[in-house]
């Protein structure tokens, strides 16, 4: 039953995620880029729960998004599924509790997230590809996510325990937390 209600409490922060995106951010924006929550929300599902959660919401967010915005279907929800993906193999390879190593966690899974979706839609959609103007979006990207997962991991890294307390058994590292 307490899987049941993290799950619903996982879809709620969706919501709360998508507004944020969608309202705040707009309007604060760095060279007119904003952040993507989403790559930082999937990755820290993944990193906190198992692989099938963190994969199950990837593909689940993915295609909301691609339904609501996307020029594609399925290019995010191919691209958050890796993520998902990527959280569970860090957590198996990497400590959560290093701010560097979460920080070239989420570093990496936005370049990842960019770069895949940018490839796929210049094939599926057939546009020329501006590399210049690309790197510099993503890197802007990059440096907005590092900051905002580095204020927010306090509050992400005990919420985080208490998932992780639930969906993975005998887990001597939080189990005291």
Do not use: H
């Not at 904003?34 to 599902?45: A, D, R, S």
């Not at 990527?86 to 959560?96: A, I, R, T």
């Amino acid at each position: 039953m307490k899987k049941v209600w993290i799950v619903i409490g996982l879809i709620l922060v969706f919501f709360l995620i998508y507004f944020l995106q969608v309202d705040l951010f707009n309007n604060f924006t760095i060279a007119g880029v904003k952040p993507n929550l989403f790559v930082i929300y999937v990755l820290f599902i993944g990193l906190f729960s198992n692989q099938i959660l963190g994969i199950s919401i990837g593909v689940f967010i993915g295609l909301i998004l691609d339904f609501l915005y996307g020029k594609t279907i399925g290019t995010t929800a191919i691209m958050l599924c890796v993520i998902g993906y990527m959280g569970s193999y860090f957590d198996k390879n990497f400590s959560k509790e290093n701010k560097l190593t979460i920080i070239f966690m989420v570093a990496g899974a936005t370049l990842i997230f960019e770069l895949g979706s940018y490839f796929m839609n210049s094939i599926i959609l057939d546009f020329e590809r501006e590399y210049l103007y690309f790197i510099k979006i993503v890197l802007i990207e990059i440096l907005y996510n590092v900051l905002l997962s580095i204020i927010l991991y306090p509050l992400i890294q005990k919420v985080g325990y208490v998932i992780d307390r639930s969906f993975k058994k005998n887990n001597i590292l939080t189990r005291y937390f």
